[in-house]
Nanobody, 123 residues
Framework: QVQLVESGGGLVQAGGSLRLSCAAS????????MGWFRQPPGKEREFVAA????????IYAGSVKGRFTISRDNAKNTVYLQMNSLKPEDTAVYYC????????????????WGQGTQVTVSS
């Protein structure tokens, strides 16, 4: 069992930045890969970024590549999502999740989810 708690969401103007954090507990953090997903209003949940358990591999959705950076600190049991050059279309509830795969982009590959944190980007 894994518990995940996201934080760092909020309201920001277009072009601004936010850093999301996801604190994990309940299992050895360094033994599993992590991902960030988001669910815009009225839309399906979608993949944003993923990172391997060591942090050596990362994957990004095309819509955020070059603007968002996923990282992790295994000593702090925390994964981060640095979001720069934010756009109104980045507005969504952001979720972190755990996967037993080496790295994954599909929702169904993730086993545990946080409760989400709201990010709102104003134009």
């Amino acid at each position: 069992q894994v518990q995940l708690v996201e934080s760092g969401g909020g309201l920001v103007q277009a072009g601004g930045s936010l850093r999301l954090s996801c604190a994990a507990s309940g299992r050895t953090f360094s033994t599993y890969a992590m991902g960030w997903f988001r669910q815009p209003p009225g839309k399906e949940r979608e993949f944003v970024a993923a990172i391997s358990k060591s942090g050596s591999s990362t994957i990004y959705a095309g819509s955020v590549k070059g603007r968002f950076t996923i990282s992790r600190d295994n000593a702090k049991n925390t994964v981060y999502l640095q979001m720069n050059s934010l756009k109104p279309e980045d507005t969504a509830v952001y979720y972190c999740a755990v996967t037993s795969w080496a790295i994954a982009t599909a929702l169904d590959d993730y086993d545990y989810w946080g409760q989400g944190t709201q990010v709102t980007v104003s134009s």
